[in-house]
C-alpha cells in the first residue's frame, strides 16, 4: 500500500477562477484525496456546514489557536476575516492513509510550501482574464460594488505570484481544467 504521509496538494487562485470546482472534481474522482476543512471567522452561509466547508470560529478562538501554533497558515484575507489550515486536521487526513487537498488562498499556499518544499504539489487555477473574473464574481450575485471591486483587485495581485507554483492551468474550460488538474495529481501521488 502506497503511504501518503506528510503529502499535501494545495489548490490556489484568486477568488472566482475555479478552484473550488476543480478540488470538487479531484475529491469525486480520486478516493486517496480528502478535503483539508480550513478554520474561518467569517459567517457560514445558508448552505454551508460547520466540520465539512469549514470550521467555523469566532475571532477570539482563531487568535487562541494562532498564539498556541495550531495553524499550519493562516492570514487575515479581508479586514477582520481571518483564514487557515489546522495541522490537526492534515494529521486527521494522513492518520487516514489519505492526502490532504487544500483550497486555499495564494499567500497560505505558499506558506505550506515552505514548510513541506519536497512533499507538496501546489497548482494555480489562473482565470482566462481579470475580466472574465470580474463576470463571474458578479455572477454570483453576493459581493456589493466595494466587495467585487476589493476581489479583484486582490485577484490582480495574487496573478503575479503565479510563477511560484509547480503547475498553472488556465480555466478557460472547466472540463479541460479538471482533466489536467487530474493528470497532474495522478503523477504527483504515484
Not at 506528510?6 to 486517496?32: F, V
Not at 484525496?33 to 470560529?57: K, N, P
Not at 519536497?118 to 481579470?130: A, G, N
Request: glycine share 4%; charged share 30%; aromatic share 10%.
Amino acid at each position: 500500500m502506497l503511504s501518503y504521509h506528510n503529502k499535501i496538494i494545495i489548490i490556489t487562485a484568486p477568488s472566482g477562477a475555479g478552484k473550488t470546482s476543480i478540488t470538487r472534481y479531484l475529491l469525486n474522482i480520486l478516493p486517496e484525496l480528502a478535503f483539508s476543512v480550513s478554520a474561518a471567522t467569517r459567517e457560514a452561509r445558508s448552505y454551508e456546514q460547520h466540520g465539512r466547508d469549514y470550521y467555523f470560529l469566532t475571532p477570539e478562538d482563531f487568535k487562541h489557536k494562532i498564539q498556541q501554533g495550531e495553524f499550519v497558515e493562516w492570514e487575515m484575507v479581508y479586514e477582520g476575516k481571518f483564514y487557515g489550515t489546522l495541522k490537526s486536521e492534515l494529521q486527521r487526513i494522513w492518520d487516514n492513509n489519505q492526502v490532504p487537498l487544500l483550497d486555499i488562498d495564494v499567500k497560505g499556499a505558499l506558506h505550506v510550501k515552505q514548510q513541506y518544499p519536497d512533499t507538496t504539489l501546489t497548482i494555480f487555477i489562473e482565470p482566462p482574464s481579470v475580466e472574465e473574473l470580474k463576470k463571474r464574481l458578479k455572477s454570483r450575485g453576493t459581493e456589493t460594488a466595494e466587495s467585487l471591486q476589493t476581489r479583484v483587485n486582490k485577484a490582480s495581485f495574487e496573478l503575479s505570484f503565479k510563477e511560484h507554483f509547480d503547475e498553472c492551468i488556465v480555466n478557460d474550460d472547466l472540463d479541460k481544467a479538471c482533466q489536467k488538474a487530474e493528470h497532474i495529481v495522478r503523477e504527483f501521488l504515484h
